[in-house]
């Protein structure tokens, strides 16, 4: 082909795109992915579950993908219920019209597809999927997501002899169906049976090294209900990053990880030639639950015995005080050249202060779950795209206070007003007994500080201004408060919800609408073409061509 040609075509090419999926940027690589999720069994604690199966694999095929990569992800949904994926820590600038929940998109009927697009845009590290209706998480249908750094942007390590990723978690051996059941009649869920790693239980999964080189580990907490606890034995971990921040590089000897959070460590196979346990267990619990899995060294002389190695079970002050320990490198690199130190989120002021306290109300005789007292039911019609259409009667701006309120909680479709482009503390509250996970979609926050008591003004003496890390899910122990920054620089419909898979079910969450007046495609893609529409907006039409 002449070069005039081949320059059309690929020209032609990215038009298709851009005009299909909104795409902006033409530049950055395409990868295509096809996904046919169905049910199938699995046997993850030696009995037959009917699991969900991304291209027949439990847990679902891992995305490798490299920063401001488009993702093209077509998914045909051959279950019998409808279906969506989120992507959880995954931003998705300008476009929460592909966060795969329930406020933002239409459920994937079955038997039909939809075709996710996805731009990696500014982010590295290290994520996943999972699904998002009902209960389907305790299913199957989750996966990593690892996003590489750019050929010529420096990682402040080096290249690691493997890279492994493990999507660790609670699990039940009752179907989503039950627990839905079991939650819909106003019980919260029975504890859970077991823990997983990479879907399996018990030495489940190998992971050979090899003597004298380092590794990294992915570790996510893909569970429903419990935090957990990850270690090696015989190994310390050096943590390099967290959701995306790269990390001063500090030893553990066990790591806290919370419900929908993700970090990454190195692990030198520096030990004599053996094999090790990898142990997740819960934190948090009585009795606590413990699974393992082998770090085998290809040399090794011998294999494991003896019970695995025990770590912190329901000790609070150790799990703050390491979380506290996590720090942003100041000079390494981010996704971009520039050292992520360069922004000085603690020299700026925000300009409004949300506080959020998670309870847990009686409703009509049925246990829910609230955030200042407001319950969250969803609506007939997902919010954006009722947004979009100006559908009226679906939601109301300002459905939820700023503030805690007190009284009996109530049921309301619940989104929050914010401006783009502000920047805004939110402080977590959490006056129950067990620990929370905050999570926020397309954005990533930094964590100013965590304690026990009572919030208040002066807490903010003590919040670190200069090194905590950006990350997009945090916890809340027990009677204690956390505090974020966050930057509103997506504008969009965006779930803010708890990472208890029950709670959020049972209401525990809401949207912050990020608006910008200007109605702008630089701030905003408008609704893709290939959206799939229900509900009040069935009848409406996405944009002609
Ligand atoms: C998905 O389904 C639509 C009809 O709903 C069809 O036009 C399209 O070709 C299918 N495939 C993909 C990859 O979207
Ligand atoms: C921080 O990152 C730099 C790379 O810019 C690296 O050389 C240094 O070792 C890192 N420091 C720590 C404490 O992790």
Redo the contacts with the bound molecule.
Sequence with gaps: MRTENRVLCSLIFFLTFFIAFNVVNGEDPYRFFTWKVTSGPIYPMGIRQQGILINGQFPGPKIDTVTNDNLIISVYNYLTEPFLITWNGIQQRRNSWQDGVYGTNCPIPPGKNFTYALQMKDQIGSFFYFPSLGMHKAAGGFGGINIYSRPRI?V?FPHPAGDFTLLAGDWFKRSPRVLKAILDSGHNLPFPDGLLINGQGWNGNTFTVNQGQTYRFRISNVGLATSINFRIQGHTMKLIEVEGS????SMYTSLDIHLGQSYSVLVTANQRPWDYYITVSSRFTKPVLTTTAILHYSNSWGKVSGPPPGGPTVQIDSSLSQARSIRW?L???GPRPN?QGSYHYGMIKPSRTIRLANNAPVINGKQRYAVNGVSFVPADTPLKIADYYNIQGVFGVGSIPDSPTWGSGYLKTSVMHADFRSYIEIVFENWEDTVQSWHIDGHSFFVMGMDGGQWSQSSRLRYNLRDTVARSTVQVYPKSWTAIYMALDNVGMWNIRSQDWARQYLGQQFYLRVYSSAHSWRDEYPIPRNALLCGRAFHRRTRPL
């Design positions: 420096p402040p790269h990390t001063l590089q490198n000079t390494a690199s050292p």
